[in-house]
């Protein structure tokens, strides 16, 4: 015993100034595994470590089935244990923490099993971790892949089927308060809008009709133009281009309303303003307008 623990202070010694050395590598999850290389390069079947077991929980393989092919003495811990556990794990006398592999928070809610599914390939869920070559890199399936059978054809599709609480007529935690105004945001990084509002339609059908609250009483004659330069991506969620060119073919700015609009070389003269400002007259006119009076103009026709 005694043996073991100055075997075993020495080993951490080592490991401790190797990863000095290293460059302090990002401890990896309590054991380290390479899929790929065993299914992959040494051709295993997912079924030789993974057994669904009676919960229906599908079982992680246990250090015996890795003995079949790799050498552990277990009376005489050595530098050779940490090619799967970490320096953690064997700070912490090799226990092994259960899933270490991080699930997305998502799942939480959501009900599975495998043994309703045997004989489904698991490449059809867990497509492409053959390929990972670390525990960290295992991506979880997403619900567009369950979709592709629970579609309320070959297998059941209400909400209740796969998830504890969540429903699609149950507002979520997110739209407290005053969502209306602040979903926008959110809807830009989140997919899973549609999940619940199953038509586009739902979101165009109310932004054609509540304005923004920067839709003020100045919008149309000095803001919007600003706001358009800065992002034209927001107009789109709401107005299609066609919106902006019909009317600019139609209104003109405040600017053309003064006197001296039409005088060339006065300071307010539109000559002036093109040259101050080319680009703002190409927002509302292409070169054909200006070449009724002119030969030489170009504006760029972009809209
Ligand atoms: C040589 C043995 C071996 C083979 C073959 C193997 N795995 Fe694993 N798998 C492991 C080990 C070891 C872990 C990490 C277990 C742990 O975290 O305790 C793991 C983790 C996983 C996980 C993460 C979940 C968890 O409990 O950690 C999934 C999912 C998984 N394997 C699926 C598969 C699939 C699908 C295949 C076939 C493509 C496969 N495995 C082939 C040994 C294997
Ligand atoms: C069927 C034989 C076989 C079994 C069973 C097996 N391995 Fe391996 N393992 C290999 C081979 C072959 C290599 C490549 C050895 C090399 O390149 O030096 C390897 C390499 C590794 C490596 C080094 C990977 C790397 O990226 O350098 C780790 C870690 C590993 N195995 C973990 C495990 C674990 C954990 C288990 C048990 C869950 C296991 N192996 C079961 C054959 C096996
Ligand atoms: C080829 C990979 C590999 C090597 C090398 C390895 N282990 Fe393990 N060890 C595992 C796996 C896989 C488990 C099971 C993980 C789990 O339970 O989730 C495990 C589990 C353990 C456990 C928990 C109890 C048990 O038996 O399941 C102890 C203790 C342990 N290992 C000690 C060691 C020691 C000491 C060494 C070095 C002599 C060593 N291991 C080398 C892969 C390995
Ligand atoms: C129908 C889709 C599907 C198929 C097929 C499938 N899995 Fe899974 N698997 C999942 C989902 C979903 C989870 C996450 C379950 C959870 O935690 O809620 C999971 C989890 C796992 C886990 C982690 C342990 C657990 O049960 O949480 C392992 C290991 C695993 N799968 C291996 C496999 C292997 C090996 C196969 C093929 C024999 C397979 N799976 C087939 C969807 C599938
Ligand atoms: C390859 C097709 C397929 C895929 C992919 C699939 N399932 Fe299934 N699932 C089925 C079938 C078939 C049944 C059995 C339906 C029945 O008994 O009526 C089932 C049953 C279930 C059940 C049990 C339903 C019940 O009424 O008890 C759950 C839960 C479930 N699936 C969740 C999932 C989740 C979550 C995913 C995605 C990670 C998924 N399934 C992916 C085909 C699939
Ligand atoms: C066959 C299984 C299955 C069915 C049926 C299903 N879901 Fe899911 N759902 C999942 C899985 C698996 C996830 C986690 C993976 C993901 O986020 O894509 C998920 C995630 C979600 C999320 C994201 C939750 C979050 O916290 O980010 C929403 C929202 C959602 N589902 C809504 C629904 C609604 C609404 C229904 C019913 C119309 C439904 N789901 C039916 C399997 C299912
Ligand atoms: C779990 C289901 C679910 C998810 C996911 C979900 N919603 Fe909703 N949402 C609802 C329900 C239920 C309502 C209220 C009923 C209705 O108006 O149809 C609602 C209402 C709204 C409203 C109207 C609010 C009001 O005060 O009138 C907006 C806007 C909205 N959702 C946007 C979004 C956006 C954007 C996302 C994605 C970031 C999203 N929702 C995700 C279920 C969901
Ligand atoms: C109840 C009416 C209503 C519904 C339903 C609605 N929206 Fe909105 N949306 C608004 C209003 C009002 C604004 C402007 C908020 C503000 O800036 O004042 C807006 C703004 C936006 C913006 C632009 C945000 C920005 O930063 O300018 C996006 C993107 C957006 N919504 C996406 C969606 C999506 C996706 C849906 C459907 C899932 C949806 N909206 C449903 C009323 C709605
Ligand atoms: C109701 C009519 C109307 C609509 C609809 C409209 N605009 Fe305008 N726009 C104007 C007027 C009028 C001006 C000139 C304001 C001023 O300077 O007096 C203008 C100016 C601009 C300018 C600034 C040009 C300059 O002088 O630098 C931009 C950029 C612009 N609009 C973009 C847009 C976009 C993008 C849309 C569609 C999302 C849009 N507008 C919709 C009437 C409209
Ligand atoms: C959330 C939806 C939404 C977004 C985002 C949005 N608008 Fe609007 N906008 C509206 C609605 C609704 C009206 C009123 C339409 C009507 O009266 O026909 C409107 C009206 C306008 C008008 C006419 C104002 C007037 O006085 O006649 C202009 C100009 C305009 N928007 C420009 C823009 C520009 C530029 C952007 C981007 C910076 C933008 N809008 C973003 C919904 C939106
Ligand atoms: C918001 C849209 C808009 C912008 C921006 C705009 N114009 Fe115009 N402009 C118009 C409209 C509408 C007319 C009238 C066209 C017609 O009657 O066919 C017009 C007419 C004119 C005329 C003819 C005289 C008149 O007042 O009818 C001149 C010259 C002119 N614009 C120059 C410019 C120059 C130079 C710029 C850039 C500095 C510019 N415009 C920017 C909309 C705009
Ligand atoms: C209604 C007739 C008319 C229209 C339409 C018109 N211009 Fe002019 N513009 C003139 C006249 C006349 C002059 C004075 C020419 C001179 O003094 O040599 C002039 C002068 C100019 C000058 C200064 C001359 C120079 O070469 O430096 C510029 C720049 C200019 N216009 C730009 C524009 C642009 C851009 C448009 C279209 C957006 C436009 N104009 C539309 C009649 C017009």
Redesign the pocket.
Known sequence: MKKNISIFLALLLTALISILFSGCKREEGALKFNHRLHVMENEMACSDCHEIADDGKMQDPTMDKCSECHDIDLDHPSEDCLQCHSLKSAQNDYSVEEAMVEKPKSYEDVIFTHDVHEGVECDTCHEGLNEDESLNDIKWPEMTTCRQCHNGDEAPSECETCHRRLRKDVPPASHHGDWAEHHGFDSRFDKTCLYCHDSKAFCQDC??????RD?IFN??TTQ?GQ??THD?R??A???PASYCSD?HRSQKPVSHARADWMAYTKENGHAEAARHNFRSCNVCHSTSDCNECHQNIILRHKR
């Open positions: 932004h054609q009709t509540k304005k923004p839709h919008w149309k919007h706001d358009a034209r927001l107009c969620v709401c107005h009317c």
